[in-house]
């Protein structure tokens, strides 16, 4: 089976997310205890404090605008995941996928699991998502490396500030830098990537030693009341009880094995299973840097996993991790077809053979695996099932509703 353009298709995809994502993030952004809307409350009005830049620069528009604080949030989230879908669009329109690709692409850890779990929309990690794609798009061979290397250099510490856990997926970025500036050499990896990632070093450090105290969180929180009659709940109220030293450790008992950490081993066997496919066997067709050179493409992968173990190790929210995860690990993997580094072929799974013959299989198997599930954000709850029934079901509900209540 050749390889296939699905512009068209993917467009609409896009747009239905587009929708989506305005429509229920403007549905939530007035619920009282919307854990989206909490983690955009955190500032520094209490003093320094990690995460705080992202409420900054709401209370900043807040003010400005004098309009209610939430509409400030719903605005930055909405640009944010927006603007990410946009510009994967934009990016990604001209490849041509084979059948184990587009499975892949349409992978319920990827595009639609915010849209499926609600909790997890208009989370910071879409600016994570929007920058690697500008990272991405600038990576490409017309543009010099200073430019990608002056964009992370400048705006990796912007996101520390946003959001500090970005540090553990910086080896996604280091990927593309190595490649880009065709790093060959373990000492010129070491050199460069260290006077890039500089300044993210030096904030990254000052976040660990320099955490808010509590009475930094009480002026934080009082602010909120006195001045937009928001309270601290949630992320802003866990800001200092569940902190970066790893006291939530108590959360992984033995009991747990099964079925919280079988659930979510068979999740990431499933839910990457076609992205690992499609790198199985596949080799990198240059030598020409250090990636290329010392490693095959699925070794590489599994080496990036490592670090973010630590995030499932203090933290409760897996789903999320799992999205952020295989979010940055398709997004890598279609930048190497793109830039041509690998090779894009599909190979003869015993399986496909099968599944090609009989397209009424095929498109039940890949509604299956694409739109009837999604793992729920936190490590405790049950995988969810019927995800785009219950996607259209809740939006003609609230519709409906609206339209009653007018």
């Given at each position: 089976m050749e390889n296939i353009s699905i512009k068209n298709k993917f467009l609409t995809f896009i747009i239905f997310l587009i929708i989506c994502t305005i429509f229920y993030l403007y549905y939530k952004h007035d619920v009282g205890n919307d854990t989206s809307i909490s983690e955009w409350l955190i500032n520094y009005q209490g003093g320094f404090t990690r995460r705080g830049l992202g409420g900054e620069i709401n209370i900043f528009f807040a003010k400005l605008f004098s309009i209610p604080l939430r509409d400030t949030i719903f605005f930055t989230q909405a640009f944010?995941?927006?603007?990410?879908?946009?510009?994967?669009?934009?990016?990604?329109?001209?490849?041509?996928?084979?059948?184990?690709?587009?499975?892949?692409?349409?992978?319920?850890?990827?595009?639609?699991?915010?849209?499926?779990?609600?909790?997890?929309?208009?989370?910071?990690?879409?600016?994570?998502?929007?920058?690697f794609v500008v990272v991405l798009y600038f990576?490409?061979?017309?543009?010099?490396?200073?430019?990608?290397?002056?964009?992370?250099?400048?705006?990796?510490?912007?996101?520390c500030l946003i959001w500090e856990q970005i540090v553990l997926f910086a080896p996604f970025f280091s990927i593309i830098l190595i490649i880009k500036n065709r790093l060959s050499s373990f000492l010129d990896v070491l050199v460069k990537l260290f006077i890039i990632f500089s300044p993210s070093i030096f904030i990254t450090l000052i976040i660990f030693l320099f955490p808010l105290s509590n009475q930094g969180h009480?002026?934080?929180?009082?602010?909120?009341?006195?001045?937009?009659?928001?309270?601290?709940?949630?992320?802003a109220d866990l800001l200092i009880k569940n902190t970066i030293y790893f006291d939530t450790l108590y959360i992984h008992k033995i009991e747990n094995l099964f079925p919280e950490y079988f659930r979510y081993i068979m999740i990431f066997i499933i839910g990457f299973l076609p992205l690992h496919l499609s790198i199985y066997k596949n080799?990198?067709?240059?030598?020409?840097?250090?990636?290329?050179?010392?490693?095959?493409?699925?070794?590489l992968y599994f080496y990036l996993y490592i670090p973010i173990l630590i995030l499932f190790a203090f933290g409760h929210d897996w789903g999320r991790w799992m999205n952020i995860t295989y979010s940055l690990s398709v997004l890598l993997y279609l930048y190497f077809i793109k830039e041509k580094l690998i090779n894009n072929k599909l190979y003869n799974f015993f399986f496909l053979k099968i599944f090609l013959k009989k397209k009424v299989y095929l498109f039940l198997i890949f509604y299956l695996f694409a739109f009837s599930w999604n793992p729920k954000?936190?490590?405790?709850?049950?995988?969810?099932?019927?995800?785009?029934?219950?996607?259209?079901?809740?939006?003609?509900?609230?519709?409906?509703?609206?339209?009653?209540?007018?």
């Open positions: 944010g995941h927006t603007a990410y879908l946009i510009f994967l669009f934009l990016y990604l329109k001209d490849l041509r996928f084979n059948i184990i690709q587009i499975f892949a692409l349409f992978s319920p850890l990827f595009l639609l699991y915010p849209i499926a779990e609600l909790e997890v929309l208009g989370r910071k990690e879409s600016f994570i998502f929007l920058f990576s490409q061979k017309q543009f010099r490396p200073v430019v990608v290397n002056s964009i992370v250099l400048i705006f990796f510490p912007i996101l009480i002026e934080m929180c009082s602010f909120l009341i006195n001045e937009f009659s928001e309270r601290c709940y949630m992320s080799e990198f067709l240059n030598r020409e840097n250090f990636v290329t050179r010392n490693f095959r493409p699925l070794n954000n936190l490590w405790s709850g049950d995988v969810a099932s019927n995800s785009l029934y219950k996607i259209i079901y809740r939006s003609f509900k609230i519709m409906t509703n609206y339209i009653l209540n007018l």
